[in-house]
T-cell receptor
Framework: GENVEQHPSTLSVQEGDSAVIKCTYS??????FPWYKQELGKRPQLIID?????GEKKDQRIAVTLNKTAKHFSLHITETQPEDSAVYFC????????????FGQGTTLQVKP | EAQVTQNPRYLITVTGKKLTVTCSQN?????MSWYRQDPGLGLRQIYY???????DKGDVPEGYKVSRKEKRNFPLILESPSPNQTSLYFC??????????FGDGTRLSIL
């Protein structure tokens, strides 16, 4: 079945710098890759997603890139702010089960003022 | 407002005392799922349901049961809870190719 690896597990950046989180997946048939942000004590919330028919998607300071050949996708946050501090999860949809998401282990991002 | 509602939000109980965590969604979603979240392990799927009366095991189903008698509800049942089931639990729902929506979570402590 699908397996998703996420790196790094923790990331600390200075306010205003960029942050990049990377994920790899194992099943080349996977076609949907969401990213969730989880603030302390709260539920995961979708921040951006990408489907396999595109290579990049942007939403203001957030972008996701997908390399299908290498089977990896990345989250890019530019001009980081303290409110970006949270745990970020990548996920890949299991191609054998259209509803199931396989999550990475999570990245704790700390943005220092 | 579209939402996934879990109850209770917090529960402290003892080993062996049956408990149920309810999950309800108001978006008419076909797909519902339960996850547990543990430090360093991310979100792991316990059980899922593709539609009414259709349920299946996820990656960590041992010690749990579910049912899907109505489209909106997907309760998680721990028949005989044990301390290793102390965790943060999330219910989620989705429809078709749309993203999953998560509930606010239930923090279970089993002593």
């Amino acid at each position: 079945g699908e397996n998703v690896e996420q790196h790094p597990s923790t990331l600390s950046v200075q306010e205003g710098d960029s942050a990049v989180i990377k994920c790899t997946y194992s099943d080349s048939a996977s076609n949907y890759f969401p990213w969730y942000k989880q603030e302390l004590g709260k539920r995961p919330q979708l921040i951006i997603d990408i489907r396999s028919n595109v290579g990049e998607k942007k939403d203001q300071r957030i972008a996701v890139t997908l390399n299908k050949t290498a089977k990896h996708f990345s989250l890019h946050i530019t001009e980081t702010q303290p409110e970006d501090s949270a745990v970020y999860f990548c996920a890949a949809r299991d191609p054998s089960n259209t509803g199931k998401l396989i999550f990475g282990q999570g990245t704790t991002l700390q943005v220092k003022p | 407002e579209a939402q996934v509602t879990q109850n209770p939000r917090y529960l402290i109980t003892v080993t062996g005392k049956k408990l149920t965590v309810t999950c309800s969604q108001n978006m008419n979603h076909e797909y519902m799922s339960w996850y547990r979240q543990d430090p360093g392990l991310g979100l792991r799927q316990i059980y899922y349901s593709m539609n009414v009366e259709v349920t299946d095991k996820g990656d960590v189903p041992e010690g749990y049961k579910v049912s899907r008698k109505e489209k909106r509800n997907f309760p998680l049942i721990l028949e005989s809870p044990s301390p290793n089931q102390t965790s943060l639990y999330f219910c989620a729902s989705s429809s078709g190719n749309q993203p999953q929506h998560f509930g606010d979570g239930t923090r279970l402590s089993i002593l």
